[in-house]
């Protein structure tokens, strides 16, 4: 019977034994005081665990390692500050195709194990997905500012289980208040993407709402996720945003506010950024050869700064190991920071940071109308192989849904 116990929630379990006047007599009153109890179906017995439907990975690969499977172990809060979610939509990534294919498994491994305790390997299944948007089902302890029933969304960091999956564990610290005006399924397609766009703008670049006003400011990689989201938090803080993108995109960014459109296809886009005013801050999506001239079009010695998001972080680390990639990719930034400073100009790389603060302060300017979720397609949870295909094949304009739970 005590196996039995084990295999619901610490909370539950807690309950239990904290009961006035129960003591561990509640252990052995039966069935029915179990059937009572205020949880899911849980399976319960020592040889099976409570399982869920979720996508996941057995190695890295292409789309073929994809394998749908209903006996994913369901979560349990092992943290007081953790809360279960259930998932009613999620939404794909270029790092989780990258993921998939066993991009930055070194570095996110070391952060999963720091010590080394499990094998090589020992992620899997994995289950992949970083956005979210659902329902609270349960809270840890010391979580004060949700409650189960509240519907939330997320970033969940790479090195956690991932959202494709009936639910997923996150940290108080890293959920918000889902803006009230989106759907699930419209919610979804912000987080991850609108997260890794404030960090590059807000942490690398400095800027903010009191200090954009009237500032140039240059986004290549300006029809993606990252894109699409910087350019409307760039126009909502009274900036003049310049897009690069294709043709067929050029719609799509005047409509979310971008002042001028560059197509990258119709010629150099170094010729055509040469008919215009020198820039303030730019953010790099697109990285390559961009980057050998992007940073001659800000402003010299004026604070102007150049923001990439595509670094050699991960890819040195899966090459090198963590140790020596962490010193080559140290080396590399130093001198790129220092090389760009002497021609007076700041050089700054920007990562995704998960942060439910931030995501409050997102979902301030999506219930106000100053930012839009831009969804490319949404697929249903049965098509996850299709929805990775779609995102493999790039040039998407705005995010990838999937429905996880049918409405």
């Given at each position: 019977?005590?196996?039995?116990?084990?295999?619901?929630?610490?909370?539950?379990?807690?309950?239990?034994?904290?009961?006035?006047?129960?003591?561990v007599t509640c252990l052995g009153m039966g069935k029915s005081l179990i059937q009572q109890l205020p949880c899911r179906n849980f399976h319960v017995s020592c040889?099976?665990?409570?399982m869920m439907p979720s996508w996941v990975i057995d190695r890295y690969g292409k789309n073929d390692v994809l394998r749908f499977t209903n006996n994913m172990?369901?979560?349990?809060?092992?943290?007081?500050?953790?809360?279960?979610?259930?998932?009613?939509?999620?939404?794909?990534?270029?790092?989780?195709?990258?993921?998939?294919?066993?991009?930055?498994?070194?570095?996110i491994?070391?952060?999963?194990d720091p010590l080394h305790i499990t094998s090589t390997g020992s992620e899997f299944p994995l289950t992949l997905g970083r956005d979210v948007s659902g329902v609270v089902m349960e809270?840890?302890?010391?979580?004060?500012?949700?409650?189960?029933?509240?519907?939330v969304w997320a970033a969940v960091p790479p090195w956690k289980q991932g959202t494709l999956s009936e639910f997923v564990l996150a940290s108080g610290n890293e959920i918000s208040k889902k803006p009230r005006c989106l759907s699930h399924t419209q919610a979804a397609s912000l987080p991850y993407a609108g997260l890794t766009a404030w960090s590059a703008i807000?942490?690398?670049?400095?800027l903010n709402q009191d200090n954009c006003s009237n500032k140039r400011v240059l986004i290549f990689g300006a029809a993606g996720g990252v894109g699409t989201f910087a350019i409307q938090l760039m126009k909502a803080w009274g900036a003049h945003v310049t897009a690069v993108c294709s043709q067929d995109a050029s719609e799509l960014v005047k409509r979310l506010g971008a002042d001028d459109v560059i197509d990258y296809k119709s010629g150099s886009v170094e010729e055509q950024l040469k008919t215009l005013p020198l820039f303030d801050f730019i953010l790099d999506n697109v990285g390559g050869s961009t980057e050998k001239w992007a940073p001659d079009f800000l402003k010299k010695w004026s604070g102007a700064t150049y923001v990439s998001l595509i670094t050699p972080f991960l890819v040195n680390m899966d090459r090198l190991g963590v140790a020596d990639g962490m010193l080559r990719t140290g080396m590399t930034f130093g001198s790129k920071t220092f090389k760009h400073l002497c021609k007076g100009v700041h050089y700054r790389w920007a990562f995704f940071a998960p942060s439910g603060p931030?995501?409050?302060?997102?979902?301030?300017?999506?219930?106000?109308?100053?930012?839009?979720?831009?969804?490319?397609?949404?697929?249903?949870?049965?098509?996850?192989?299709?929805?990775?295909?779609?995102?493999?094949?790039?040039?998407?304009?705005?995010?990838?849904?999937?429905?996880v739970t049918d409405k």
């Amino acid at each position: 019977m005590l196996l039995k116990v084990h295999t619901f929630s610490r909370k539950v379990f807690s309950s239990l034994l904290h009961c006035p006047g129960l003591g561990v007599t509640c252990l052995g009153m039966g069935k029915s005081l179990i059937q009572q109890l205020p949880c899911r179906n849980f399976h319960v017995s020592c040889q099976r665990c409570t399982m869920m439907p979720s996508w996941v990975i057995d190695r890295y690969g292409k789309n073929d390692v994809l394998r749908f499977t209903n006996n994913m172990m369901f979560p349990l809060i092992n943290f007081p500050n953790e809360v279960i979610i259930k998932v009613h939509a999620a939404s794909l990534n270029p790092i989780d195709v990258n993921m998939r294919s066993g991009y930055g498994a070194a570095a996110i491994r070391m952060k999963r194990d720091p010590l080394h305790i499990t094998s090589t390997g020992s992620e899997f299944p994995l289950t992949l997905g970083r956005d979210v948007s659902g329902v609270v089902m349960e809270c840890g302890l010391d979580v004060k500012y949700f409650r189960p029933g509240d519907e939330v969304w997320a970033a969940v960091p790479p090195w956690k289980q991932g959202t494709l999956s009936e639910f997923v564990l996150a940290s108080g610290n890293e959920i918000s208040k889902k803006p009230r005006c989106l759907s699930h399924t419209q919610a979804a397609s912000l987080p991850y993407a609108g997260l890794t766009a404030w960090s590059a703008i807000r942490h690398a670049g400095g800027l903010n709402q009191d200090n954009c006003s009237n500032k140039r400011v240059l986004i290549f990689g300006a029809a993606g996720g990252v894109g699409t989201f910087a350019i409307q938090l760039m126009k909502a803080w009274g900036a003049h945003v310049t897009a690069v993108c294709s043709q067929d995109a050029s719609e799509l960014v005047k409509r979310l506010g971008a002042d001028d459109v560059i197509d990258y296809k119709s010629g150099s886009v170094e010729e055509q950024l040469k008919t215009l005013p020198l820039f303030d801050f730019i953010l790099d999506n697109v990285g390559g050869s961009t980057e050998k001239w992007a940073p001659d079009f800000l402003k010299k010695w004026s604070g102007a700064t150049y923001v990439s998001l595509i670094t050699p972080f991960l890819v040195n680390m899966d090459r090198l190991g963590v140790a020596d990639g962490m010193l080559r990719t140290g080396m590399t930034f130093g001198s790129k920071t220092f090389k760009h400073l002497c021609k007076g100009v700041h050089y700054r790389w920007a990562f995704f940071a998960p942060s439910g603060p931030y995501l409050d302060e997102i979902a301030d300017l999506v219930d106000a109308g100053k930012i839009h979720p831009v969804i490319d397609q949404v697929f249903s949870f049965s098509d996850v192989p299709k929805a990775f295909q779609k995102m493999e094949e790039g040039h998407a304009r705005g995010k990838t849904v999937i429905n996880v739970t049918d409405k």
